[in-house]
């Protein structure tokens, strides 16, 4: 069995996978919105203290399967420096007392492999990679190679969604309160721009359309003074402009691009909005979407696990020593390192 830890953000997650059969024996994970919705936005420092907190507490309920490990493996990047080495630091730990080998795992890679947890993992595939920290569209076409095809200049699309959540009043994390209120709203009511709607660049941008929905915001009189109606008739402009964006770029690449099958995968994967919308651009072009199960798109250990069984198999080990935080900037192309 592999255990697994994920720590790069404000979710502390363990899990346990057997090798196998990549079966998931065991998964918990502890969710820090509650304490960060009051700043509107994670605070790095106390999430590092729930951090240390929190994963002694989970870790303590797989003792059982201790004496079975074959591996330990843990997210090292991208990521919260704090949050990221509380996570390596048990990892590290645990690895030597058990006398195993252990993974570091590239967090945008298990959310890639968060579509294979319990499955056979599934190659060539074109993966969109929306998250809080991440925009991008993969080409996947094996274990090694990983190659970003476009990604953002700018905000994410879970970023993005925070902070229009934010400048309304709306709270904390933005995404589904967004995604719940556009439901009641007009979408059509605030004419909105599409980012970079007449540049032939392929490349996801959400900057602009942030500064829109403040302008808005401002013409309303303010969050305070916006209606309830208000509220879901903006939100709803807003994600329809974030839509039309990624669908916009995304058909550049799926001309360009033969691989049938395509994902979407990361935390603001779950925006049931943006998910029917590509499962028509997919039935346009002859491709077969593919997500994640809803409890799997935000962070989670169980994807870091999976990834690590796949890396097991290839003997992809590191040192205890050999292990470290890593500071990565975004890449704007070339492989997924």
């Not at 902070?163 to 995404?175: E, N």
């Amino acid at each position: 069995m592999i255990l697994s830890i994920e720590s790069s953000c404000d979710d502390s997650s363990i899990a346990v996978t057997e090798i196998e059969t990549k079966k998931l024996l065991y998964h918990k994970k502890i969710s820090q919105e509650t304490e960060h919705a009051c700043y509107g936005g994670v605070v790095p420092e106390l999430a590092s203290r729930l951090h240390a907190v929190a994963l002694p507490k989970i870790l303590e309920e797989t003792k059982p399967y201790f004496d079975q490990l074959k591996a330990v493996a843990v997210t090292n990047q991208p990521g919260l420096g704090v949050t990221l080495l509380e996570g390596i630091a048990m990892a590290k730990t645990l690895a030597t007392l058990q006398n195993v080998p252990l993974i570091p795992v590239h967090h945008l890679k298990g959310h890639i492999y968060s579509l294979f947890i319990e499955q056979e993992t599934r190659f060539p595939m074109l993966i969109l990679l929306i998250s809080g920290g991440h925009t991008m569209v993969v080409r996947v076409e094996s274990f090694e190679k990983m190659e970003i095809l476009a990604t953002s200049m700018d905000d994410s699309v879970g970023e993005s969604f925070d902070k229009t959540a934010k400048m309304m009043g709306l709270g904390y994390p933005g995404g589904p309160i967004i995604e719940q209120l556009a439901r009641k709203g007009d979408e059509d009511r605030f004419d909105l721009p599409v980012p970079l709607r007449n540049s032939k660049l392929i490349a996801f941008s959400l900057s602009g359309l942030k500064n829109a929905v403040r302008l808005v915001i401002e013409k309303l009189g303010g969050a305070e003074a916006m209606s309830e109606q208000d509220k879901c008739d903006l939100s709803a402009s807003f994600q329809k402009a974030v839509k039309r964006h990624l669908l916009q770029k995304s058909k550049k690449i799926f001309k360009a691009e033969p691989i049938k099958d395509f994902a979407i995968v990361g935390g603001a994967s779950a925006n049931l909005y943006i998910r029917n919308a590509y499962e028509e651009l997919c039935n346009e072009f002859g491709k077969t979407l593919h997500v994640a199960p809803l409890q799997y798109c935000s962070d989670n250990a169980a994807m870091i696990g999976r990834y690590a069984v796949d890396a097991y198999e290839k003997k992809a080990f590191a040192a205890p020593e050999e292990v470290d935080i890593i500071v990565t900037k975004k890449q704007q192309s070339g492989m997924l390192l």
